[in-house]
């Protein structure tokens, strides 16, 4: 079974997070990058498929500026056999819709049965990248996994749901994207970080995927950031002083605030 | 010049050990010292995640690394939150296993080393004895031949990981001249006559087990020699080399842990109006404190550095370095304790901990005293 992970290099989650003044995109350059982390469960899941099924290729896949191939190698030091890295200038700024159009055109290079995904990205936390995939690309549409099963060309999955989880299967091609229960990632083995250095890895301009420039970056996308601002300060809470109607006065604020 | 201690694939290396770390062990580091030792399970998650033997070849076993990515390992996770003696309960097999591996004898490597390295068996070393420590020629536990087997009587203490041990590679006295009377053989901790006599309590590294340890007539597969009979010196002495580094790799790892945790704590603690670090008296100790550590890290780093380019017989250097970083170690982390103020003093403050740990660095592999004459002797005859 072929597998493609798609992977996103994000500011590192503690890191405070900016948005540029000059085009409103998210700052990239300022803080340091670190694999999603969801996509670590993506390609532990990845590799766990192939480990079972003892044959075919993990490829790696993500869009992102050149220092995104410091997340391209920790996925290969985890154990992904070989990557494709799309880098163009003119991605910059890509909404949800552009990058789904550009990774669809990518993936239209690779042998895949299956593409994993994490759930979401920690930066942009829109988490539609997954389905719009399967409608680009026509292939089965199995997302918030907690647990998939692969068994020749049916893959199954547990959907996690706010109550439980449903069952759902389809045939590959199929789009997975993973929640973190899923599994619990390897770390790089050194032994892994040394053999990344020799895995092949391929670029791509957005000629190369076949993806029209006009389709792609802040021109192309569908979605603008028109104005942001930062989060304003924590009020400070109310506070009840208890004199002998402490209850009566809470009860009288849950009710103000519609809470009960 | 290239960093060679920060090549992308150790920047690579420290972030899984930071990761690594902070998941498998800071949680759990306070129980397990309450627990007085490690779990089997830490060892095994350490080594799917590579971490034992890194300077290994990999046809033994191991990561295919050099001794700098061994020092990464260790000195990382100590900046990370580990200890000095969790690190001392978790590579254990650093110290039990390099003869086997060095022997080349496969029988030994696949039924000892490997499974260590995989963090499947639990080795020991067993040098010191209620007669001898530092003075290995003094030994006097006594290996007999008899047949296929050997027969060991003797007694052995302060024996790392022993009471978890499932082998104890163990220094015997096989004849009666003082250095090549000495050999080492594995003893399987099953074997009958071979008992744990007590656990026993110390100052610090209570996360890591020290057994007393008796052998009554343990007949030992005559296999189990590591190399031939009265080689034993020889490879004790070889192996010292890099267990001494390796301590000096504990002393400036906690050393630099012990200051970072003080600089956090004297930028946060108000006295007077103001915070610690406003006060020149504090900044000045603070000066000194990463001077000793950045000095003496910088020097022990350069004999890694050297012992990869291959030279050889650096004994003298390694001990230095042993000495210098252990010196620097012990001042640090009583700066550290002092300005936590009484805080340093309370069980639940990290400093507290690696000031306690610290006081065993100058006294395990060879106390200071030992290295002092070990390198009066390469210094003037």
Not at chain 2, 135 to 140: G, N, T, Y
Not at chain 2, 234 to 256: I, N
Not at chain 2, 261 to 272: D, G, K, P, S, W
Request: charge should be negative; glycine fraction near 10%; charged fraction near 25%.
């Amino acid at each position: 079974m072929n597998i493609v992970v798609c992977v996103k290099q994000v500011p590192d989650t503690w890191a405070e997070k900016r948005l540029s003044d000059s085009d409103k995109t998210v700052d990239r350059e300022g803080v340091e990058g670190v694999m999603n982390e969801l996509d670590e469960y993506a390609v532990e899941e990845a590799l766990r498929i192939k480990e079972a099924g003892g044959d075919g290729t993990v490829t790696v896949l993500t869009m992102g500026p050149d220092k995104a191939v410091e997340t391209i190698r920790k996925a290969l030091s985890m154990g992904a056999d070989q990557a494709v890295h799309v880098v163009d200038d003119a991605l910059h700024g890509s909404d949800a819709l552009a990058t789904s159009n550009a990774l669809a055109k990518a993936l239209g290079t690779i042998e895949y049965d299956l593409v994993i995904l994490g759930v979401e990205s920690t930066d942009a936390r829109m988490s539609v990248i997954p389905a719009m995939l399967a409608e680009r690309t026509g292939a089965a549409q199995l997302t918030f996994a907690r647990k998939v099963e692969v068994s020749g060309t049916t893959v199954k999955i547990e959907r996690q749901t706010d109550t439980g989880y449903d069952v759902v299967e389809a045939s590959t091609p199929a789009i997975v994207s993973v929640v973190e229960k899923i599994n619990e990632p390897r770390y790089p083995s050194f032994k892994g970080i040394m053999a990344a250095k020799k895995k092949p890895l391929t670029t791509l301009t957005i000629a190369d995927a076949g993806v029209d420039g006009g389709s792609v970056g802040l021109a192309g996308s569908g979605t603008e950031v028109a104005e942001f601002a930062a989060r304003p300060p924590k009020q400070a809470g109310q506070i009840v002083k208890d004199e002998g109607d402490g209850g009566a006065k809470l009860a009288e604020f849950l009710a103000s605030q519609k809470l009960v | 010049m290239t960093d060679v201690w920060n090549t992308p694939e150790r920047v690579a290396l420290r972030q899984t050990v930071r990761d690594f770390t902070v998941r498998e062990i800071v949680p759990y580091l306070d129980q397990w010292e309450d627990d007085g030792e490690v779990p089997r399970s830490l060892h095994k998650a350490a080594a799917a995640a590579g971490l034992l033997g890194i300077s290994t070849p990999e046809s033994l076993g191991g990561q295919g690394g050099d001794a700098i990515d061994n020092m990464i390992v260790q000195e990382e996770m100590l900046y990370t939150g580990a200890s000095s003696g969790l690190l001392s309960a978790l590579f254990t097999h650093g110290i039990a296993i390099p003869h086997i591996l060095h022997s080349g004898d496969r029988y030994l490597i696949d039924r000892y080393a490997k499974p260590a390295l995989a963090g499947e068996k639990i080795g020991s070393l067993a040098v010191t004895e209620p007669d001898a420590g530092s003075d290995v020629s003094a030994i006097r536990t006594r290996a007999v031949r008899d047949g296929d087997e050997y027969v060991v009587n003797g007694a052995k203490t302060f024996i790392t990981s022993s009471t978890r041990a499932d082998f104890v590679t163990t220094v015997v006295r096989t004849g009666d001249e003082a250095h090549h009377g000495i050999s080492l053989i594995v003893v399987d901790t099953d074997s009958p006559g071979f008992t744990v006599v007590r656990r026993l309590r110390k100052m610090g590294w209570l996360c890591s087990d020290t057994g007393e340890l008796a052998y009554v007539d343990v007949r030992v597969p005559a296999r189990n020699m590591i190399g031939g009979e009265g080689s034993g010196f020889g490879q004790v002495a070889t192996q010292f080399g890099g267990e001494r580094l390796g301590l000096a790799v504990h002393a400036y790892g906690v050393a630099q842990r012990a200051l970072d945790l003080t600089i956090e704590h004297v930028r946060n603690r108000i006295a007077f109006g103001k915070p610690l670090i406003a006060k020149q008296v504090v900044r000045h100790k603070l000066v000194e404190m990463t001077r000793a550590v950045d000095v003496s890290r910088t020097y022990a780093h350069t004999i890694a550095e050297r012992i990869v380019n291959g030279e050889q017989g650096l004994f003298a250097e390694a001990a230095m370095a042993k000495n210098q970083c252990v010196e620097a170690c012990e001042f640090v982390v009583n700066e550290a304790v002092q300005l936590h103020g009484g805080m340093g003093y309370m069980r639940d403050s990290e400093v507290e901990r690696h000031y306690r740990d610290a006081r065993i660095l100058g006294i395990g592999g060879g106390a200071t005293e030992v290295m002092n004459d070990l390198i009066a002797k390469a210094l003037f005859g």
